[in-house]
């Protein structure tokens, strides 16, 4: 059956009439992705929630703004022009060194993730999320020279050695849930195109 391309549905689904559709309009559309938790010289308190990584392959192109973008895989335009993508791992954490604490993505290389994994496994820290246990990093150096410190933080040391109540926060966490893939920024192809050619423009 050919298609006209002058007809109009009778009933189109893309513009919508209503305030209860405006308002999901406008939730949708002010909908933000999370933000990244920033390791810092300073030592900060986190909660893990959920244990295990969202996996993916990140380029990290070196230009003014946006400088890391989630591969595409096959058809990826920046690997066309050359950039390789790195294997990355992104954690939820709690971020409780915030004023107003908040779900962040820890998006670690493979290196860090080791060691993640090895607290994980280990009876003694593990799992990551264990509801007694909190988490204080910190990191030195930069580029290829950085240095990660994770030490573990027992929930009853929270109000003496950090100014936390214990059973305020661990009311907080029961409300969390580990962050999805939708938390994570994928550009469109379209996107990475004009990115490669920048770069391309650029060499």
Not at 69 to 91: H, N, T, W, Y
Request: proline letters at 5%; a negative charge.
């Amino acid at each position: 059956q050919a298609e006209d391309e002058t007809e109009t549905p009778e009933r189109s689904s893309i513009i919508q009439t209503g305030w209860a559709a405006a308002k999901k309009a406008v939730a949708k559309s002010s909908k933000s992705f999370a933000t990244d938790f920033r390791f810092d010289e300073d030592v900060q308190l986190i909660k893990f929630v959920g244990n295990e990584p969202m996996s993916f392959m990140q380029h990290w192109v070196n230009r003014p703004g946006k400088k890391s973008f989630i591969s595409i895989g096959e058809g990826d335009p920046l690997i066309a022009v050359g950039s390789k993508p790195d294997q990355k791992f992104a954690f939820t954490v709690l971020n409780l060194s915030d004023e107003d604490p908040q779900l962040q993505l820890m998006i670690v290389g493979i290196r860090l993730c080791g060691q993640l994994e090895k607290l994980d496994s280990n009876g003694k820290t593990g799992p990551l999320n264990r509801p007694d246990l909190y988490w204080a990093v910190s990191k030195t150096g930069t580029g290829t020279k950085t240095s990660y410190t994770i030490n573990p933080v027992k929930e009853r040391d929270l109000a003496e050695d950090w100014g936390i109540d214990p059973a305020a926060a661990a009311e907080l966490i029961k409300t969390m849930k580990p962050l999805t893939r939708e938390a994570l920024h994928v550009s469109t192809k379209a996107e990475l195109a004009e990115i490669a050619r920048e770069i391309a423009s650029a060499s």
